[in-house]
């Protein structure tokens, strides 16, 4: 199991930081760091949102360190990572659609990164919770 929580750590910690930057380019300097067109939705930036869920994932992953029990950590990360699948493979959907998937510095959109990352928390979520057989 501490495997799984040093994993987790590491990727809510990296999404952080992660959607983090992307939002402090999108919000303070307004352009994308990276050099990729970047989705808005209800009027901010879809990292915004990402940074948010990857915080929050942060917190309750680091509150099982030492307040709420490992299970309820587990099943609360799994439902925000879904969440997060959701929204971010919408916007993947919809930069297919529109031919902006490919570009940037990284080779594919931040969108296509945050889904990977929100896939792998949400496999070592479900991974967790069958160790702990619940």
């Known amino acids: 199991m501490k495997k799984i929580l040093a994993a987790l750590t590491l990727l809510a910690a990296g999404g952080t930081l992660f959607a983090g930057y992307l939002s402090y380019g999108q919000v303070f300097t307004g352009r994308c760091l990276l050099g990729q067109t970047c989705p808005f939705m209800w009027g901010y930036p879809a990292c915004v949102y990402g940074f ?11 509150l099982a360190l030492g307040g709420i029990s490992t299970r309820t950590m587990l099943r609360l990360n799994a439902l925000i990572a879904t969440l997060g699948i959701a929204f971010s493979g919408w916007l993947v959907v919809g930069e297919i659609v529109n031919g902006t998937l490919i570009g940037g510095s990284l080779g594919v959109s931040s969108c296509v990164w945050g889904l990977a990352m929100y896939i792998a928390i949400l496999y070592f979520s479900r991974r967790g919770v069958r160790t702990l057989g619940v």
């Open 52 to 62: 948010g869920m990857f915080v929050l994932m942060l917190v309750i992953t680091l």
